[in-house]
């Protein structure tokens, strides 16, 4: 079937500090995927994106590369700030006329000053 | 980005009384509604999805009878919980895309956090 895997959290980094969340996915066909940030009290906002092998999505200093041989797509930040702590998402959109997002457990970020 | 408001964003209840949860797209037209659920330390369950003017389509496992979803509106759906029992008690998440402007991009509510007492 299809699904997604992340890394458990909490992730506690120091700021300034390299930041990778680990995901993987299974999927049928070509999926899009997502990753999605959701900060204290909000609701789920898209970080970035990458609809097809070899795209790299990019936002606010994260970064990611959709890795079909691996089926990997993880999150990364060269230095994190207090401000991103969150808890962030990773989720495939299966392609067709579907528009059904699968989500990842999602992975707690906390940044310490 | 597009803005998705819920209402309420908690509610206590007690068991066996009906709660109402208002999903709606303040500055777009939302073609399809999604209904998520997600329990602590779970990822979001997607329930049902819900085209306006049309009847939602519920996810494998989920009581249609139980969960009622009407979206008649192109900016408002709601999510009907029947008779409500502890074990119904979660966050219900609701998402929002006009499918005919923006292909694959949802927009996400801040949730509802239910408690059934």
């Not at chain 1, 970035?48 to 070899?54: N, S």
């Not at chain 1, 989720?91 to 970020?109: H, P, Q, R, V």
Request: glycine fraction near 8%.
């Amino acid at each position: 079937g299809n699904s997604v895997t992340q890394m458990e959290g909490p992730v506690t980094l120091s700021e300034e500090a390299f930041l990778t969340i680990n995901c993987t996915y299974t999927a049928t066909g070509y999926p899009s995927l997502f990753w999605y940030v959701q900060y204290p009290g909000e609701g789920l906002q898209l970080l970035l994106k990458a609809t097809k092998a070899d795209d790299k999505g990019s936002n606010k200093g994260f970064e990611a590369t959709y890795r079909k041989e691996t089926t990997s797509f993880h999150l990364e930040k060269g230095s994190v700030q207090v401000s991103d702590s969150a808890v962030y998402f990773c989720a495939l959109l299966l392609g067709g006329a579907t528009n059904k997002l699968i989500f990842g457990t999602g992975t707690l970020l906390a940044v310490q000053p | 980005g597009a803005v998705v408001s819920q209402h309420p964003s908690w509610v206590i209840c007690k068991s066996g009384t009906s709660v109402k949860i208002e999903c709606r797209s303040l500055d777009f037209q939302a073609t399809t509604m999604f209904w998520y659920r997600q329990f602590p330390k779970q990822s979001l369950m997607l329930m049902a999805t819900s085209n306006e003017g049309s009847k939602a389509t519920y996810e494998q496992g989920v009581e249609k009878d139980k969960f009622l979803i009407n979206h008649a509106s192109l900016t408002l759906s709601t999510l009907t919980v029947t008779s409500a029992h502890p074990e119904d008690s979660s966050f219900y998440i609701c998402s929002a895309g006009d499918y005919l402007s923006s292909y694959n991009e949802q927009f996400f509510g801040p949730g509802t956090r239910l408690t059934v007492l």
